[in-house]
């Protein structure tokens, strides 16, 4: 639903906005009479994170700006673009740079995992999400120091489709909060990328690879796993299976003893190439290979 709210917006007015059930958006006429809008994200059920943006734009990133705890019926967090047309907000819910630090994402999220912790409810998927998350995140942290092996042996093609790999798995593993608020998306994505080139830039330059052993093939196995059974049941996304399994095999023939942990509901496909082009993310070799040649960064 859609609606809008004229500024100055009463501190109840805009708390009846942020703890609605199904009222996501709002636009709010400022003073000068332009236009602002206004959203929201679900952090837990009861603790809503807030955004803004130029509701005019339609490629404009939302800004966060703030929270709501619906159980406590406080904001957190405001910042000035909303402080400024809302009116009746205390110091408390206020943003203050200079004591509350510089990354407001950090103070949102912080927010949220302690409110989790101390009795608030959480999303149903929520619990067996987040360890899925954790599961393959410590996979693609494994691949950056795999990516610096590669180098030193010189496998040009092998890092290409390891780093197109990671990228992928890295945006489709990303909190949910970031399809809104693009700009942090963003920032991790081009952190993670750089930790990524600067492994296969500083064994390029040496000639020795980074430290990798049979726990990190193991941490990128399981990673694999969890990515490759989402794909396979969630998506039937068979391509992007045959990719994990791919780096799957080229990582338990190194390390014979990490091979089991490469499981799950999915079927192994370790074919030298993908040709079945009915299934679902599936392309031809030289559209990969196209794909790959546009990466920058290596």
């Given at each position: 639903?859609v609606?809008e709210m004229?500024?100055?917006?009463?501190?109840?007015?805009?708390?009846?906005?942020?703890?609605a059930d199904?009222?996501?958006?709002e636009?709010?006429?400022?003073?000068?009479?332009?236009?602002q809008?206004?959203?929201?994200?679900?952090?837990l059920?009861?603790?809503?994170?807030?955004?803004?943006?130029?509701?005019?734009?339609?490629?404009?990133t939302?800004?966060?700006?703030?929270l709501?705890?619906?159980?406590?019926?406080?904001?957190?967090?405001i910042?000035?673009?909303?402080?400024a047309?809302?009116?009746?907000?205390?110091?408390?819910?206020l943003?203050?740079?200079?004591?509350?630090g510089?990354?407001l994402?950090?103070?949102?999220t912080?927010?949220?995992?302690?409110a989790?912790?101390h009795?608030y409810?959480?999303?149903?998927?929520?619990?067996?999400?987040?360890?899925?998350e954790?599961t393959?995140r410590?996979g693609?942290?494994?691949?950056?120091?795999?990516?610096?092996?590669?180098?030193?042996?010189?496998?040009?093609?092998a890092?290409?489709?390891?780093?197109?790999?990671?990228m992928?798995m890295?945006e489709?593993?990303?909190?949910?909060?970031?399809s809104?608020?693009?700009?942090?998306g963003?920032?991790m994505?081009?952190?993670?990328?750089?930790?990524?080139?600067?492994?296969?830039?500083?064994?390029?330059?040496?000639?020795?690879?980074?430290?990798?052993?049979?726990?990190?093939?193991?941490?990128?196995?399981?990673?694999?796993?969890?990515?490759?059974e989402?794909?396979?049941?969630?998506?039937?996304n068979?391509?992007?299976?045959?990719?994990?399994s791919?780096?799957?095999?080229?990582?338990?023939?190194?390390y014979?003893s990490?091979?089991?942990a490469?499981?799950?509901?999915?079927?192994?496909?370790?074919?030298?190439?993908?040709?079945?082009?009915?299934?679902?993310?599936?392309?031809?070799?030289p559209e990969?290979?196209?794909?790959?040649?546009e990466?920058g960064?290596?």
């Amino acid at each position: 639903m859609v609606g809008e709210m004229q500024a100055p917006i009463s501190r109840k007015d805009f708390q009846a906005w942020a703890g609605a059930d199904y009222r996501l958006y709002e636009n709010i006429r400022q003073t000068d009479g332009s236009v602002q809008g206004c959203t929201r994200h679900d952090l837990l059920p009861e603790v809503n994170a807030l955004f803004v943006g130029n509701p005019e734009n339609l490629h404009a990133t939302m800004d966060l700006c703030g929270l709501y705890d619906k159980r406590l019926g406080e904001f957190r967090y405001i910042t000035k673009e909303l402080a400024a047309v809302v009116d009746g907000l205390s110091e408390r819910e206020l943003w203050d740079r200079s004591t509350q630090g510089p990354n407001l994402l950090q103070l949102v999220t912080s927010y949220a995992k302690n409110a989790a912790e101390h009795g608030y409810k959480t999303q149903p998927y929520a619990e067996v999400y987040d360890q899925h998350e954790r599961t393959v995140r410590a996979g693609l942290n494994a691949m950056t120091a795999y990516a610096g092996v590669l180098a030193s042996r010189g496998e040009e093609d092998a890092i290409l489709e390891l780093r197109d790999l990671a990228m992928y798995m890295r945006e489709f593993w990303q909190d949910f909060l970031y399809s809104i608020y693009e700009k942090a998306g963003a920032r991790m994505e081009r952190q993670y990328s750089e930790k990524f080139d600067q492994a296969v830039t500083a064994a390029r330059a040496s000639g020795q690879p980074p430290a990798f052993n049979t726990e990190k093939a193991r941490a990128i196995l399981r990673g694999l796993s969890i990515h490759a059974e989402e794909e396979s049941v969630g998506n039937e996304n068979l391509y992007s299976v045959w990719r994990c399994s791919r780096l799957a095999k080229r990582i338990w023939d190194e390390y014979p003893s990490v091979k089991t942990a490469f499981c799950g509901n999915f079927v192994v496909d370790t074919r030298e190439q993908y040709a079945d082009l009915g299934s679902t993310g599936s392309v031809s070799q030289p559209e990969q290979q196209a794909k790959e040649m546009e990466m920058g960064g290596i």
